[in-house]
């Protein structure tokens, strides 16, 4: 199974940019990189994903480096309501792998 | 557009006994899949049904079973309870009209089994 491996918890100020890293070395040519996110007794919602190129959308960037080995979940201004834990999965043959996830916790 | 939708929320259910919990998916998705959240072992993926067929499958024992409507309504059972299946369990739809390695999942609130 492909695996991903996150920070366990990040703190961020309010307003500032944050940058949530995800290690996935065994990643496979045809495998996507999705991010989640789960607020609080919700069910989690999809950020963004992306194959090879940087992505950018309403709600984030996803930087994705030359080897693909590595990813970067870029969030450019926090807001408390982005406190959730986020989620890098690789997409693989119609299944999604989950890792443990990275806690986010924003300081007002 | 409703968003999906999952029943019961909350569920008790004592060990030996089994479960059925359902979920609508959004209007016009096709693919449902079903996942296991705990605190110790994460998100963990169930199985997917499209077109009322099982698509893929996790790596649960076959106590975990699921079924998949014309509607596209899905439906999960859990027979022969044990403690250890306490989770939350989610449910997504997708379009999958899309290729087949991009895909947004929507997910429900989730359905909250306490098993004892």
């Known amino acids: 199974d492909a695996k991903t491996t996150q920070p366990n918890s990040m703190e961020s100020n309010e307003e500032e940019p944050v940058h949530l890293p995800c290690n996935h070395s065994?990643?496979?040519?045809?495998?996507?990189i999705h991010w989640y996110r789960q607020l609080p007794s919700q069910g989690p919602e999809y950020v963004i994903h992306?194959?090879?190129s940087n992505v950018n959308n309403r709600m984030a960037s996803l930087a994705i480096a030359e080897d693909r080995k590595s990813s970067t979940l870029i969030l450019h201004r926090a807001t408390l309501r982005d406190a959730a834990v986020y989620y890098c999965?690789?997409?693989?043959?119609?299944?999604?792998?989950f890792g443990s996830g990275t806690k986010l916790n924003v300081k007002p | 557009k409703a968003g999906v939708t999952q029943t019961p929320r909350y569920l008790i259910k004592t060990r030996g006994q089994q479960v059925t919990l359902s979920c609508s998916p959004i209007?016009?998705?096709?693919?449902v899949s079903w996942y296991q959240q705990t605190p110790g072992q994460g998100l963990q993926f169930l199985f997917e049904?499209?077109?009322?067929?099982?698509?893929n499958k996790g790596n649960f024992p076959g106590r975990f079973s699921g079924r998949q409507f014309s509607n596209s309504r899905s439906e999960m059972n859990v027979s022969t309870l044990e403690l250890g299946d306490s989770a939350l369990y989610l449910c997504?739809?997708?379009?999958?009209?899309?290729?087949?390695?991009?895909?947004?999942?929507?997910f429900g609130p989730g359905t909250r089994l306490t098993v004892t």
């Open positions: 209007s016009g998705h096709r693919s």
């Open positions: 997504a739809s997708r379009p999958r009209d899309r290729g087949a390695n991009s895909y947004e999942q929507y």
């Open positions: 992306g194959l090879t």
């Open positions: 999965i690789l997409y693989n043959f119609n299944k999604f792998y």
């Open positions: 065994t990643i496979s040519g045809t495998d996507y």
């Open positions: 049904y499209f077109s009322e067929t099982q698509r």
